[in-house]
């Protein structure tokens, strides 16, 4: 029997013993075709994982009725969503989609709170609001969130369940679309599974990776890497209440997920499916290289964790086709892009080009980001870049090391002088970041800091050095601008759009000071809401350079909705023959072109114009300053930190 033969057997087995009842026929016809269209991907991919199980075909059962739950208990307007979402599947392309990513706590404080920030969400121009974990935590130190007590309740101090819907529906409504965190790695040790694992039961303890000894501990650590060395060593930790050793990747509290076991894939789908029907457009997925455990292996990035991903993919298309993945690999670029596909994830972040527009502020230089985009950058139309300056984390030197070789850089070196430059600790560096995660073994780090504070704002403003200040404010424009034009979405981080300074309170929160991201978790209060919005005017050197960052952002947000090229147009790299200016040429399939040049270094710097013969014309305008450039000098001059968006005439 041939392998299609086989899952459309399976099916309708399946469907034979599974109740629709409750459905409308419309419904339910709706439900069965949806499945007759993705089961055999699904089947292809669960049997692949689990398939040499004796009790596969049971849990595939079990799968499907989990997945008609997720569709009953659908809304209709969710519903509706799905329909004009399957008739235009690449909304995220479009030109108006622009992101923020938030605390509630930070922002709001609450979600009810949240609905009073809605003005402000769309004075600036966002459509794709972020809401970073707000699941019930462990109190005190829950990794920012990340490590989940119950994916069905809402942190007690942020609000409900209840509030979440509520607050998912008004956005939908202003045009804002809801995107949540689905970690799936790990829960916390505070959920329920865990609980009854430590209750002894057999069949939780089954869903986490639990040894009784340090054997095979021992083995696995041979190939692992350390992710949080300042807080503990390896990435198992002894729990005395079981007797056991506890596979826990980042933190204690953090227990990593047994995907083995088909159970387990089963429930987090069911969980998954309820964060869908939340009213999302998008699920975050949190660590997802580390879902597959492979000994002798780094255990990230393993062929079965795509397989897996691809499951979870099958199930929203059955259920939430309106909702899309978003992938979270901050891993080697090679690895980033095997995550990105229709049937994968749909939307990526990009660390390879977050960490080089930070190296070339830098050293001035734009070869390592103009080679690593040009390697790096194309990916499928059917998906997006999510592109970012910031975020809730640190920034890892994650370019690919054979690229810097070619360009005769030291990888290892040039990390150190990256993280000697943003930490202050590079005599002449106008950054003021902090150090995360230092390995005592081998000096290794990351850095931490807001986009205000590593762009020098925090500096001059120290000194009362308005040419300081100014420089910092091009940084800030020069960076979030190529995110706005460069393709995909761009993704601001809340408290980058008013310029907020480190908040250095972290320190003396016993809860928080062994976690140095939390300097760059920063709070936007009502002050700064009215300064935004101009409520209030600036008093002081430092809320006249918050307003400028905002107005800045804001101006070129709204550009960038009015020109179709930003959305679906390719882009292509472009070499410029000048180390310190950066380029590309953004092209529509109706023949639309833009040309984006922009300067890191602080002096002027000519750009020859031999490659704007594609434009077909000797007149084009910058939108950033509606003047009009003559391509006949053959060059474009540019200011100290500037960029040009150029549309021909």
């Known amino acids: 029997?041939?392998?299609?033969?086989?899952?459309?057997?399976?099916?309708?087995?399946?469907?034979?013993?599974?109740?629709?009842?409750?459905?409308?026929?419309?419904?339910?016809?709706?439900?069965?075709?949806?499945?007759?269209?993705?089961?055999?991907?699904?089947?292809?991919?669960?049997?692949?994982?689990?398939?040499?199980?004796?009790?596969?075909?049971?849990?595939?059962?079990?799968?499907?009725?989990?997945?008609?739950?997720?569709?009953?208990?659908?809304?209709?307007?969710?519903?509706?969503?799905?329909?004009?979402?399957?008739?235009?599947?690449?909304?995220?392309?479009?030109?108006?989609?622009?992101?923020?990513?938030?605390?509630?706590?930070?922002?709001?404080?609450?979600?009810?709170?949240?609905?009073?920030?809605?003005?402000?969400?769309?004075?600036?121009?966002?459509?794709?609001?972020?809401?970073?974990?707000?699941?019930?935590?462990?109190?005190?130190?829950?990794?920012?969130?990340?490590?989940?007590?119950?994916?069905?309740?809402?942190?007690?101090?942020?609000?409900?369940?209840?509030?979440?819907?509520?607050?998912?529906?008004?956005?939908?409504?202003?045009?804002?679309?809801?995107?949540?965190?689905?970690?799936?790695?790990?829960?916390?040790?505070?959920?329920?599974?865990?609980?009854?694992?430590?209750?002894?039961?057999?069949?939780?303890?089954?869903?986490?990776?639990?040894?009784?000894?340090?054997?095979?501990?021992?083995?696995?650590?041979?190939?692992?890497?350390?992710?949080?060395?300042?807080?503990?060593?390896?990435?198992?930790?002894?729990?005395?209440?079981?007797?056991?050793?506890?596979?826990?990747?980042?933190?204690?509290?953090?227990?990593?997920?047994?995907?083995?076991?088909?159970?387990?894939?089963?429930?987090?789908?069911?969980?998954?499916?309820?964060?869908?029907?939340?009213?999302?457009?998008?699920?975050?997925?949190?660590?997802?290289?580390?879902?597959?455990?492979?000994?002798?292996?780094?255990?990230?990035?393993?062929?079965?964790?795509?397989?897996?991903?691809?499951?979870?993919?099958?199930?929203?298309?059955?259920?939430?086709?309106?909702?899309?993945?978003?992938?979270e690999a901050i891993v080697h670029p090679d690895e980033v892009l095997k995550y990105i596909d229709k049937d994968e994830c749909q939307l990526s972040y990009n660390p390879l080009l977050m960490a080089l527009l930070w190296n070339s502020l830098a050293t001035r230089k734009t070869r390592l980001l103009t080679s690593s985009m040009k390697k790096s950058f194309a990916i499928s139309q059917h998906c997006t870049w999510v592109n970012y300056v910031r975020c809730h984390d640190d920034i890892g030197w994650t370019f690919d090391d054979a690229v810097a070789q070619d360009l005769g850089i030291n990888p290892f070196d040039h990390r150190f002088f990256l993280n000697q430059f943003y930490t202050g600790r590079f005599d002449g560096s106008f950054a003021n970041g902090v150090p995360f995660a230092e390995n005592p073994s081998n000096g290794d780090c990351r850095v931490c800091g807001s986009l205000a504070s590593l762009c020098g704002l925090e500096g001059a403003l120290k000194a009362q050095d308005t040419k300081g200040v100014d420089e910092a404010i091009k940084r800030m424009l020069l960076l979030y601008g190529i995110t706005f034009s460069i393709g995909g979405i761009p993704l601001l981080y809340s408290s980058d759009e008013i310029g907020k300074l480190n908040d250095y309170s972290y320190r003396a929160d016993d809860n928080k000071k062994h976690d140095d991201r939390w300097v760059n978790r920063i709070a936007v209060d009502n002050d700064d809401v009215a300064l935004a919005l101009g409520d209030t005017l600036p008093s002081n050197l430092t809320e006249t350079a918050r307003l400028r960052v905002f107005n800045g952002l804001q101006n070129m947000i709204a550009i960038r909705k009015q020109h179709p090229v930003f959305g679906t147009s390719r882009t292509r790299v472009i070499d410029t023959n000048n180390q310190h200016c950066f380029a590309f040429l953004r092209e529509s399939e109706e023949n639309q072109k833009m040309l984006v040049v922009c300067n890191f270094s602080e002096h002027a710097q000519s750009v020859q114009c031999s490659f704007f013969a594609t434009f077909g014309t000797s007149l084009c305008t910058d939108l950033l300053t509606n003047q009009t450039i003559d391509m006949n000098t053959h060059c474009v001059q540019l200011a100290p930190l500037q960029q040009v968006w150029l549309l021909p005439n």
């Open 1 to 327: 029997m041939s392998y299609a033969a086989d899952s459309r057997l399976c099916l309708d087995r399946i469907l034979a013993s599974t109740d629709l009842s409750s459905l409308p026929k419309k419904e339910a016809t709706t439900f069965t075709e949806r499945l007759r269209v993705n089961f055999p991907r699904l089947f292809d991919k669960y049997t692949h994982v689990y398939g040499h199980q004796y009790d596969c075909y049971f849990h595939l059962q079990k799968l499907v009725e989990i997945l008609r739950d997720g569709f009953i208990n659908r809304k209709p307007a969710l519903k509706k969503l799905d329909d004009e979402r399957l008739d235009s599947p690449l909304w995220y392309r479009h030109e108006k989609e622009v992101g923020m990513a938030c605390y509630v706590d930070l922002i709001g404080p609450t979600l009810n709170d949240l609905h009073q920030k809605i003005p402000y969400f769309k004075a600036l121009g966002i459509t794709y609001l972020h809401l970073m974990p707000l699941y019930d935590a462990p109190k005190g130190d829950s990794d920012g969130g990340y490590a989940v007590s119950n994916y069905r309740k809402v942190k007690p101090a942020l609000g409900t369940t209840e509030d979440l819907e509520n607050l998912a529906s008004a956005l939908q409504k202003e045009g804002i679309s809801l995107v949540l965190d689905f970690v799936f790695n790990h829960t916390s040790d505070e959920h329920t599974w865990a609980q009854a694992a430590l209750d002894g039961n057999e069949q939780y303890q089954n869903y986490y990776y639990l040894f009784d000894d340090r054997t095979l501990p021992d083995q696995y650590e041979q190939t692992l890497r350390e992710i949080f060395p300042q807080v503990r060593r390896g990435s198992f930790t002894f729990n005395e209440r079981i007797n056991k050793w506890i596979w826990t990747t980042f933190n204690s509290f953090q227990w990593d997920l047994n995907y083995s076991n088909p159970e387990v894939f089963n429930a987090i789908t069911s969980e998954m499916l309820f964060l869908a029907n939340l009213g999302c457009a998008a699920l975050r997925l949190d660590a997802l290289a580390f879902i597959w455990k492979e000994l002798g292996t780094n255990c990230e990035n393993q062929e079965k964790a795509h397989v897996l991903i691809q499951a979870f993919n099958c199930c929203l298309q059955i259920v939430a086709p309106a909702v899309v993945f978003k992938s």
